[in-house]
């Protein structure tokens, strides 16, 4: 009875973990049970998660401003190189 206690609540952290892993959404770990220490780790995982999935979004949305910016420059770099190359300027001394 005491090793199911035990045993059950580690499996459903290991369960947890491998969700985490997989990239799963960890919702359904909200109703987990078993002795307050693990309820405790068991929380920390699903903190852990909600905050691997902000640090996701932030990271995407600092992509999407680093590759806007770019954009905008490189775009005049090309299109000054092409008036160049097409000697739109006159000759290159």
């Known amino acids: 009875l005491f090793t199911r206690m035990i045993i059950g609540p580690v ?3 290991e369960r947890m973990i491998n969700q ?3 990239g799963k959404s960890l919702d359904d770990a909200a109703l987990f049970t078993g002795p307050r220490e693990l309820r405790s780790v068991g929380k920390r995982i699903i903190w852990l998660s ?3 999935a902000w640090l996701e ?3 995407h949305q600092f992509l999407r401003h680093l590759s806007h910016e770019l954009k905008t ?3 005049s770099m090309r299109e000054g190189t092409e008036l160049l190359a097409d000697r739109v300027a006159g000759p290159l001394t």
């Open 11 to 13: 499996k459903g952290i």
């Open 20 to 22: 985490l892993g997989a």
């Open 50 to 52: 909600e905050r691997l």
């Open 57 to 59: 979004s932030q990271r």
């Open 73 to 75: 420059p490189l775009a």
